[in-house]
Every structure is written in C-alpha cells, then in structure tokens.
C-alpha cells in the first residue's frame, strides 16, 4: 500500500505538470476585466486562485506578477504570498500523506544528510529552497511533503522565504509597460543575489549536517 501511493503521487504531479503546460492563461486584459467583474470579492477570488493555481504547477512567479499588475505592489505581494503559502501546503499535504512513508524506508547516505537538515533546521531548510529559482516552487513543495520537516516550519519557512520574490516579482507586474526602468534592473539584480544566498545557504547547512554526523 505504501508504494501505491507513492506510484499515485508520482502519477499526480505528473498529470498536474502537464495540464498546467497546456492551460491557456488569460492577458493581462482579460484578467484586470476578471477582477473589475469580481469587485470587492476580487482578492478572495485571487488568493483562491493562487492556492489552486500553485498546487497543479501554475508558474509562481507568473501569479506574483499577475499580483503586482492587478493590486499593486504593496497589496498584490500579501495577497499572492498568502495564496501560494496556501497552495504550498496543499501540495504538502498531499506528498506527506502518499509517499512519506515509502520514502522513509529508500534514504541512502545522502539523502539522509537531508532528512536531518530539514529535521532538525526545518523553517531555515525550506527559506534556501524558496531562495533558489532553479528549482520549481510546486515541485519543491511535494518533495518537501515527504522529507521529515514539520507541517508549521515548512509553512513559516515559505511564508517567510516567498516575501523576497513575490515583491520583486509584483514590482516586475507593476512596471511590466517599462521592463528597462531603473526599478526593474534593480529588481532583476536582486533576484540574482537572492539566488546566490540561497546556495551559499543551503550549502552550510548541508556542511554542518555532514559534520555532526
């Protein structure tokens, strides 16, 4: 039974991935229309659509700039943190109830290195996964379900670790009619920096892992 789910969750981020590559997502046109449509109900609306969306591999980024273009800096960055925090966790949950299990029993050497950084440093663990743009956000948060890390750190630790880039992302929305703007650079630069901490980051915490052990 245990490797059945864990077959199921591998066949469920798959089928995921691949329908949310062939959904057609509305133009900026048609989504500022959706929310005028939507009026006070708006923001509910979009952070349900942020949850839905980030759990069946809806690109994040897109939905933070989406944000930023639709609400604004300041608004659009809270109501895209807390939707893709709440996505995140749908996607937890999932992975932690399929396959932790059957994951548990495969640990090599390696692996195990992990499993004990995101025991023992869980909300800090999951802030250098946020920090990494090469590793895909949906992606990270089913592979987190089924590594050892606490339900409450791994939210705190994305909550915490999604408020650099969805602002810089909702900025980039913001002033997507000037992409060359002094505002834009600067917010492209950081995102690199961001990036370069987060494996900094994450390889401390592996070094210090490997050397407790």
């Known amino acids: 039974m245990r490797r059945v789910g864990l077959i199921v969750l591998v066949l469920l981020v798959v089928a ?64 895209a943190i807390a939707g893709c925090t709440a996505g995140a966790m749908i996607a937890f949950g999932v992975a932690r109830r399929l396959g932790r299990e059957t994951v548990k029993g495969w640990l090599g050497a390696r692996l195990a290195v992990l499993e004990r950084v995101f025991e023992r440093r869980g909300v800090e663990a999951t802030l250098v996964i946020r920090l990494l743009p090469i590793l895909p956000f949906t992606l990270a948060n089913y592979g987190a379900g089924v590594t050892s890390v606490r339900g409450r750190d791994f939210a705190l630790g994305t909550a915490l670790g999604l408020v650099p880039s969805t602002v810089l992302a909702a900025v980039l929305g913001d002033a997507l009619s000037d992409l060359g703007s002094p505002r834009s650079v600067v917010a492209l630069a950081i995102w690199a920096v961001l990036a370069a901490v987060g494996v900094w980051w994450g390889r401390n915490l592996i070094t210090g892992a490997l050397r407790a052990s």
């Open 16 to 79: 995921l991935a691949v329908a949310a590559r062939f959904v057609d997502l509305p133009d900026g046109a048609e989504l500022r229309a959706l929310v005028d449509g939507a009026g006070a109900w708006a923001p509910v609306a979009f952070v349900a659509v942020c949850a839905v969306g980030t759990a069946v591999f809806f690109p994040k980024p897109v939905l933070a700039t989406a944000a930023g273009l639709l609400f604004g800096v300041g608004w659009g960055s809270a109501l």
